[in-house]
Each structure stands twice: as C-alpha cells, then as structure tokens.
C-alpha cells in the first residue's frame, strides 16, 4: 500500500508555471506506475500525464502535450509534474495516482489507478 501526498498548488497567472509534487510513502516506490489526473469544477476528472516506473515512458493528454512534463525521483519517492505556459482552462484540483506493477509503461486510465492522492488546487488567472 502507498499513500499519495502533492504538494505545490497554488494560483498562478496565464503564461506562467508551477511545478507540483506527489511524495509517496514506502520503500517500493520504483515499482509504481504513476499519473497525475485534474478535475475542474462541473467536469469529469480527466488524465493528464503518466510515467513508468523506470522513468523512461510517458504519456500525455494532447492538451498538455509540450507544455506539461512528467518526471520522478525514485531516491526521493516524489513523481513532479512541470506545467509551463499555463491557461486558464488548466485550472481545476490535480490528482496523483499509483499503481503497483511490474511492467515499465505508462497508464493513462483512471481506472488502471490503484492509488490516490487527496489533490492540490492549481488556479490560473487570465
């Protein structure tokens, strides 16, 4: 079992960035797949970006793509999520997921989530 803290939120104005954190607890972080997720008010809760346990795969929702990256640390059991040239329709609560696995790919399905985080706001202003 992991449990999923982020961390980094907060209100930013269009065109600028804002990096948020998913520490996990735990001593098997590396074998965790990992996804952050967002969910504005009056929508579905939608995938944004996903890592393998590795580090090497990714994935990313088209609206995200060349603006948002995904990474990890596996010494430090945090995944970040870099969002630069932000838009207001990037507001809503981010969400980081996890699940147990001993495959190296990317999980872009809410559903293939075991684990998650309670969120932290991102607001950015126009």
């Known amino acids: 079992q992991v449990q999923l803290v982020e961390s980094g939120g907060g209100l930013v104005q269009a065109g600028g960035s804002l990096r948020v954190s998913c520490a996990a607890s735990g001593r098997t972080f590396s074998r965790y797949a990992m996804g952050w997720f967002r969910q504005a008010p009056g929508k579905e809760r939608e995938f944004v970006a996903a890592?393998?346990?590795?580090?090497?795969?990714?994935a990313y929702a088209d609206s995200v793509k060349g603006r948002f990256t995904i990474s990890r640390d596996n010494a430090k059991n945090t995944v970040y999520l870099q969002m630069n040239s932000l838009k207001p329709e990037d507001t809503a609560v981010y969400y980081c997921a996890a699940d147990f696995t001993d495959d190296d790919y990317p999980r872009s399905h809410s559903p293939e989530y075991l684990y998650w985080g309670q969120g932290t706001q991102v607001t950015v202003s126009s």
């Open positions: 890592i393998s346990t590795s580090g090497r795969n990714t």
